[in-house]
C-alpha cells in the first residue's frame, strides 16, 4: 500500500518555524518528485514548493519563496518543508504530494493543519 503520512503541523504565533515531515512507503521514492500543496477552507489546493527526483531541483509560489525550504533525504524516504517567518495566511492543511517520474503515478497525503495565529 502506497503510504504519505505528513506531521509536524501545529499552533505557532506570527513570526515562528515549523518543520513538516513526510514519509514515504510503497513505492520508489528516490524516483518521485515530491511537493508541499496546501489548502484553505472552501479552496483548490495550491502549490507552495517542489523538489525534483534526479538533480534535487527547487521551486517556490511566490507567497513562500524565501521563508519555506524543502528538502529531501532518500535513505529515509522522506520530505521536508522548513517553514519560517509564518504569517497568518499560512494558516492551511498542508499535503505531501508524489509523482512517480518514470512509471506514470502520484500520491496524496491525509494532510496536516497548521494554524498560525496570536
Known amino acids: 500500500q502506497v503510504q504519505l503520512v505528513e506531521s509536524g503541523g501545529g499552533l505557532v504565533q506570527p513570526g515562528g518555524s515549523l518543520k513538516l515531515s513526510c514519509a514515504a512507503s510503497g513505492f520508489t521514492f528516490s524516483r518521485a518528485a515530491m511537493s508541499w500543496y496546501r489548502q484553505y477552507p472552501g479552496k483548490e489546493r495550491e502549490l507552495v514548493a517542489v523538489i525534483t527526483s534526479r538533480l534535487f531541483i527547487t521551486n517556490y509560489s511566490n507567497s513562500v519563496k524565501g521563508r519555506f525550504t524543502i528538502s529531501r533525504d532518500n535513505a529515509k524516504n522522506t520530505v521536508y518543508l522548513q517553514m519560517n517567518s509564518l504569517k497568518p495566511e499560512d494558516t492551511a492543511v498542508y499535503y505531501c504530494?508524489?509523482?512517480?517520474?518514470?512509471?506514470?503515478?502520484?500520491?496524496w497525503g491525509q494532510g496536516t493543519q497548521v494554524t498560525v495565529s496570536s
Open positions: 504530494h508524489a509523482e512517480d517520474t518514470i512509471v506514470p503515478g502520484d500520491y
